[in-house]
């Protein structure tokens, strides 16, 4: 069954508006990578997570990892048409070396 | 230096026929997974091979198979073309022995197989 599940599957802001993406797994990871895969790209290392609890910046974007490192969620401040794309978490469970992707949400920003 | 490469970056099969999609890495990386990407689905893994040995393997029916060889490039191999098989192919490379000491993986522009 599905590993890692992605809400929400689309998200239509205005640009300037803040979004989220949140990622919740069935069991607990090892780490967690966010990619950013642009409309006809390819995916996009953004970060990894590793530690429970853990929180990392990249100037607008915020990510953080649940303290059961069970969930993870992405956060960009103020939206720009830039960061048009579908975003995707891909956890490891410990012991697996085996990547799960969650199904991505596409986010469309309104100029 | 050059990215991940993949070849061809189009193909069209019919059912029941075989296909090779190959993968070149960045240089230096040792490390070289394979990707199914379903239209408006994220990534599912298939394999990941280090140093020519397969170290992680992805819930696909034995008609996938891979190999890598010693300049580190790679091949998939998927038998007996299903229409279901109709997705982007992406090739990731990475420096790293296993998935879980990932720091980064770098992926290729995939290739866009199409079943008929």
């Known amino acids: 069954g599905q590993q890692v599940m992605q809400i929400p599957q689309y998200q239509h802001v205005q640009e300037g508006e803040d979004f989220t993406t949140y990622c919740n797994s069935s069991t607990t990871l090892s780490n967690i990578q966010w990619y950013k895969q642009r409309p006809g790209g390819h995916p996009v290392f953004l970060i990894q997570?590793?530690?429970?609890?853990e929180v990392k910046k990249q100037k607008r974007l915020t990510f953080q990892f649940g303290e059961a490192k069970k969930n993870s969620s992405l956060h960009i401040t103020a939206t720009q048409t830039t960061d048009v794309g579908t975003y995707f978490c891909?956890?490891?469970?410990?012991?697996?070396?085996?990547?799960?992707f969650g199904s991505g949400t596409k986010l469309n920003v309104k100029p | 230096d050059a990215g991940v490469t993949q070849s061809p970056t189009h193909l069209i099969k019919t059912r029941g026929q075989h296909v090779t999609l190959r993968c070149s890495p960045i240089?230096?990386?040792?490390?070289v997974s394979w990707y199914q990407q379903v239209l408006g689905q994220g990534p599912q893994f298939i394999f990941q091979?280090?140093?020519?040995?397969?170290?992680g393997r992805g819930n696909f029916p034995d008609r996938f198979s891979a190999r890598q060889f010693p300049n580190y490039s790679s091949e998939l191999n998927v038998n007996a073309l299903l229409l279901g098989d109709s997705a982007l192919y992406l090739c990731?490379?990475?420096?790293?022995?296993?998935?879980?000491?990932?720091?980064?993986?770098?992926f290729g522009p995939g290739t866009r197989l199409t079943v008929l």
């Open positions: 240089s230096g990386h040792k490390s």
């Open positions: 091979y280090y140093e020519k040995e397969e170290r």
């Open positions: 891909a956890g490891i469970r410990y012991n697996f070396n085996k990547f799960y």
């Open positions: 997570l590793v530690k429970s609890g």
């Open positions: 990731a490379s990475s420096s790293y022995p296993d998935l879980s000491s990932y720091n980064e993986q770098f």
